[in-house]
C-alpha cells in the first residue's frame, strides 16, 4: 500500500510518501480500506519534535483518524462504512487496521468526509460544551471560531440558545463564522479586540498566548474558561489562584473512553439531524500530506483540512 512515512522529527518536508506493508489485523481488529485521513494540528506538533500526548518511535506512519469501508475482519462488518482512531499511528495511508470496539458507524444518508472531519473535532467540541455547562442566554466567546473545532463550538452553543461571540484572525474566517450563526464577531488580530466583546461567562480557548489572556479577562464573575489549543504556540496560562480570586473556574473535559464515545455518537447524530455541520476547508491527496501540514501551521485553514486517499464518488 501507498502510505505517508515520517522517519525523522522537523518540518512538513520530512513527510515523505512511499510503500509500506500492508496491516494485518489482529484480535478484535478489522482493516479499512480508507477514503479520507483526519489532520489535527496535534499531529503538526508531533511532527515537529515537540512534546505532546503522542508518544512514539520513528520511523511510524502519522495518523490518528480514518474513515472508509470495512475490507477485512468481522463478517458483520464487511462493506460498512465507518470511522475509526486508529491509537495514534497509521492513518495516513490507503490501509489501516483499527480495533473493531472503536469504530463508528456513519450514519445513512451522511457523507463519509463529514464524518471523518467530525471525528476528533466533534468530540473534542461536544465533551467542552458539556464540561463548561453552557446554559441559554449566556454569553459566549469562541476564539479560533473558523477552526474545526471553534466552528462546531459556535453551532453547537447556539443550539444551546447561547449568544456567541465569535474571535477569528481575518475578514475571510470572520465570514465562515457568521455564516455558522455568530451573533457577533471580533477580529483577534486588532488592537482592543477584547474591549469590543463585553463581558462573557464563558470562554473557550483555541489561542492561547496573549489573545487567551485577554479574552479571560472578559470573564464576569462565575463564568467559565477551557483552553483547547495552542494556535499562538503557547497556552494561556492562566494562574489557578488568579481565576479563584475572580470567581472564575478552568474547566478541562477530563475524557474518559465512555464519555469520548458518547460525544462522538452525539455529534454524529446531531449532524445526521442537519443541526451541526462540519466546515471542511480545503483537502489533499495522501501525496501532499506535507503541504496540509504546511498550511495548517501557516494558520492559512478554514475548518477541517482531510487527507484524501481514495475519496468516495
Do not use: C
Not at 81 to 102: F, H, K, P, Q
Not at 133 to 158: D, F, H, N, T, Y
Not at 257 to 266: G, I, K, N, P, Y
Amino acid at each position: 500500500m501507498r502510505a505517508v512515512w515520517l522517519r525523522e522529527f522537523g518540518g512538513p518536508e520530512v513527510l515523505r510518501v512511499g510503500d509500506a506493508p500492508d496491516p494485518v489485523p489482529g484480535d478484535g481488529q478489522v482493516l479499512v480500506e480508507v477514503a479520507y485521513a483526519n489532520i489535527t494540528f496535534v499531529e503538526t506538533q508531533f511532527r515537529s519534535g515537540r512534546p505532546g500526548p503522542f508518544k512514539a518511535e520513528l520511523p511510524i506512519i502519522p495518523g490518528n483518524g480514518v474513515g472508509g469501508t470495512v475490507v477485512q475482519g468481522d463478517a458483520a462488518l464487511l462493506g460498512r462504512r465507518v470511522i475509526s482512531a486508529t491509537g495514534g499511528s497509521g492513518g495516513y495511508a490507503e490501509l489501516a487496521a483499527v480495533d473493531a470496539a472503536g469504530l463508528f458507524e456513519v450514519p445513512d444518508g451522511m457523507a463519509l468526509d463529514d464524518a471523518v472531519a467530525l471525528l476528533a473535532d466533534g468530540r473534542t467540541a461536544t465533551m467542552m460544551l458539556r464540561a463548561a455547562e453552557v446554559a441559554a442566554g449566556e454569553r459566549v466567546l469562541v476564539e479560533a471560531a473558523a477552526g474545526g473545532v471553534g466552528s462546531l463550538l459556535v453551532q453547537l452553543a447556539k443550539g444551546r440558545g447561547a449568544h456567541v461571540v465569535a474571535a477569528a484572525g481575518g475578514g475571510r474566517k470572520l465570514d465562515v463564522a457568521r455564516g455558522l450563526g455568530a451573533d457577533e464577531v471580533v477580529d483577534y488580530r486588532e488592537d482592543g479586540w477584547a474591549e469590543k466583546v463585553g463581558l462573557v461567562d464563558v470562554v473557550f480557548d483555541g489561542v492561547g498566548g496573549e489573545v487567551g489572556r485577554a479574552a479571560f479577562g472578559r470573564l464576569r464573575g462565575g463564568g467559565r474558561m477551557v483552553s483547547y489549543g495552542l494556535a499562538s504556540g503557547q497556552w494561556a496560562g492562566i494562574d489557578e489562584a488568579e481565576a479563584e480570586g475572580r470567581g472564575v473556574r478552568l474547566v478541562s473535559a477530563r475524557p474518559t473512553s465512555q464519555l469520548v464515545r458518547d460525544a462522538t455518537e452525539s455529534v454524529l447524530a446531531e449532524a445526521a439531524a442537519g443541526r451541526v455541520r462540519p466546515v471542511i476547508g480545503q483537502r489533499f491527496p495522501l501525496e501532499r500530506a506535507a503541504d496540509a501540514h504546511a498550511a495548517i501551521e501557516r494558520r492559512a485553514t478554514i475548518g477541517k483540512t482531510l487527507l484524501e486517499v481514495r475519496p468516495e464518488g
